[in-house]
């Protein structure tokens, strides 16, 4: 961005030395200020936040960074928090879910209000994020609802309990797509 203080003095004041110098200066300062504003207004979304705006927002909200956590994953989390204090009504659960997990597609929902209960199964590749959305879907829901937060994805720990007799006929490809093999609680 181009500043010129200069086109707004009238001619007859610009031409003055000193003033010249004046508007030099100011005109470094200035584009410095526009410069400010601009990443100010970029961080005011939370769609574009800079590394530095997540770590002012994660002290704030005291969130504890994970392992090999991306900026898009800071800024999912951090969105999941502020979203995490609106009152609780299935659709708010359903976007809150949306913006951690990232898609619709990578968590199931199941909400029954006759037993008091929210189970929902999610596909993470972090397993840390399993206790991230329990704790936003409690902050969320009210205190007499049962929640289960399912991880869905094969752990070898589901296959334990089953003897080789049993998975004899199953192949790799089934064992992954079959989900009473992949769901469980970590």
């Known amino acids: 961005m181009m500043v010129e203080t200069a086109r707004y003095l009238p001619a007859h004041i610009y031409n003055l030395a000193e ?3 004046i508007t030099r200066i100011y005109d470094k300062y200035l584009k410095i200020a526009w410069e400010d504003i601009n990443k100010a207004l970029k961080d005011c979304r939370d769609d574009t936040m800079s590394i530095e ?14 392992s090999g956590d991306s900026l898009d994953d800071r800024i999912r989390r951090i969105k999941g928090y502020k979203m995490s204090n609106l009152p609780y009504v299935k659709q708010k659960l359903i976007d809150l879910l949306t ?10 929902l199941k909400v029954s ?18 206790g991230i959305i329990n704790d936003l879907i409690n902050r969320m829901s009210p205190a007499t609802m049962g929640i289960t937060v399912n991880v869905i994805y094969n752990r070898w720990k589901n ?20 989900p009473k093999y992949q769901k469980g609680i970590i």
């Open 99 to 108: 913006v951690v997990c990232g898609s619709k597609d990578l968590f199931d």
């Open 53 to 66: 705006e997540c770590e002012y927002w994660e002290r704030i909200l005291k969130i504890q960074l994970t």
């Open 159 to 178: 296959f334990h309990r089953y003897k080789w007799s049993e998975l004899g006929d199953v192949t790799y490809l089934q064992a992954k797509a079959d």
């Open 19 to 21: 003033y010249k110098v």
């Open 113 to 130: 209000p006759e037993t008091s209960t929210i189970v929902c199964d999610i596909k993470l590749a972090s397993v840390p994020m399993q």
